[in-house]
């Protein structure tokens, strides 16, 4: 599978966004997929996840109740609405997958870039 990350792009602080994650090829049916970022001159970071047959979400800390991840089976389809975004949420964002539940994500997508101003 291999995933394309659409919807970043510049808002100010405050503002929303909503990130897709398309996977390409057949249903995904994996153990999950999970939304990253990485910001300039640091590691990529785990932002969120979520279980692809229960829909049980996983959060980072510091975006716990701004941010929600969802799916649309059907679209093959991963979302990622990020509300009362901050500066320190830009950086480019990618989804990778975890087919087997061991927590080795995989099949990085190419990213797609939020920048918030201040």
């Known amino acids: 599978v291999q995933f394309v990350e659409s919807g970043g792009g510049l808002v100010q602080a405050g503002g929303s966004l909503r990130l897709s994650c398309t996977a390409s090829g057949p249903a995904f049916s994996g153990y999950q997929v999970g939304w990253f970022r990485q910001a300039p001159g640091r590691e990529r970071e785990f932002v969120a996840s979520?279980?692809?047959?229960?829909?049980?979400?996983y959060y980072r800390f510091p975006v716990e109740g701004r941010f929600t991840i969802s799916r649309d089976n059907g679209k093959n389809t991963v979302y990622l609405q990020m509300n009362s975004l901050q500066p320190e949420d830009t950086g480019v964002y990618y989804c990778a997958s975890d087919p087997g539940g061991s927590g080795d994500f995989g099949s990085w997508g190419l990213g797609t870039q939020v920048t918030v101003s201040s």
């Open positions: 979520i279980r692809w047959s229960s829909g049980s979400t």
